[in-house]
C-alpha cells in the first residue's frame, strides 16, 4: 500500500498533517486526564466529610458507653448519644457515596474528552489518508499494466476538473474513445499526479 506521495511537497505536508492528527490526539488525551484529576480533586471534600462523619460516630459511641454505664440513668442517657451516632454514620456514609460517586464520574468525564477528540481528529484526517492511499495504491498497479495509461486516462475523466481536462484537449472524453495516444499519455500524467505517484523515467508508452 502506498501512503505517501512521490512529490516531495505533497509528501511533506502530508507527514506534517500526520504528525499534526498524532499532536492533537495526544492533547486530547491530556486535557482529559487533566480535567479528570481537576473533577477527582473534588471527592476530597466528601472523603474528608466521611472521615468526620466516623470520627464523630465513634466519639458519641464512646459517650454513650460513659454515659450508659451510669447507674440509673444509665440507659437513658444514651440514647441522645446513640442517635448522634447515627446521625454521623448517616455523614459518613453519605460523604464515601459522594466521593464513589465524584471518582467515577470524574474517570467518565476524562475518557468521554479523550475519545472525543480522537475520534473527531480520525474522522477528519484517517479517511483522507485512507482515501489517498487507496487512490495511490491503484494508481501505482494500473500504471504497470500494458493498458495501464488507457485506464489512468478513464479514472482522470472521473477525477479530474474542468479547467485541467480542458487545458488537455477540447473534447477529452471523445479525444480518449478515439484512442489519441497524446491525449491519453497526459490524461494519465493527470491522474498520477493527482494520486501522488510519479511516472518512472522511461514508463511512458
Not at 506521495?5 to 488525551?29: E, K, M, T, Y
Not at 500494458?146 to 472521473?158: E, F, I, N, P
Amino acid at each position: 500500500m502506498k501512503i505517501y506521495s512521490d512529490f516531495p511537497a505533497r509528501r511533506a505536508a502530508q507527514i506534517a498533517a500526520d504528525i499534526l492528527a498524532l499532536v492533537v490526539i495526544a492533547l486530547g488525551i491530556w486535557v482529559g486526564v487533566t480535567v479528570s484529576a481537576g473533577i477527582a480533586a473534588i471527592a476530597a471534600i466528601a472523603r474528608q466529610v466521611e472521615s468526620a462523619g466516623l470520627e464523630f460516630q465513634v466519639a458519641m459511641m464512646d459517650a454513650g458507653d460513659v454515659f450508659g454505664g451510669l447507674p440509673l440513668v444509665g440507659d437513658s442517657a444514651r440514647v441522645p448519644f446513640d442517635a448522634a451516632g447515627s446521625a454521623g454514620a448517616g455523614f459518613s456514609s453519605a460523604g464515601q457515596n459522594a466521593a464513589a460517586f465524584i471518582t467515577t464520574t470524574a474517570a467518565i468525564v476524562g475518557v468521554v474528552i479523550a475519545l472525543v477528540v480522537a475520534a473527531l481528529v480520525l474522522w477528519i484526517w484517517l479517511r483522507r489518508r485512507v482515501a489517498f492511499a487507496r487512490r495511490a495504491t491503484d494508481a501505482s498497479r494500473l500504471v504497470r499494466l500494458a493498458d495501464g495509461h488507457d485506464l489512468l486516462a478513464l479514472r482522470a475523466l472521473v477525477h479530474g476538473s474542468r479547467d485541467d481536462l480542458a487545458r488537455i484537449a477540447r473534447n477529452p472524453v471523445d479525444a480518449w474513445r478515439a484512442g489519441e495516444r497524446d491525449v491519453v499519455k497526459r490524461l494519465a500524467a493527470l491522474e498520477l499526479r493527482g494520486a501522488g505517484v510519479r511516472l518512472a523515467a522511461g514508463a511512458a508508452r
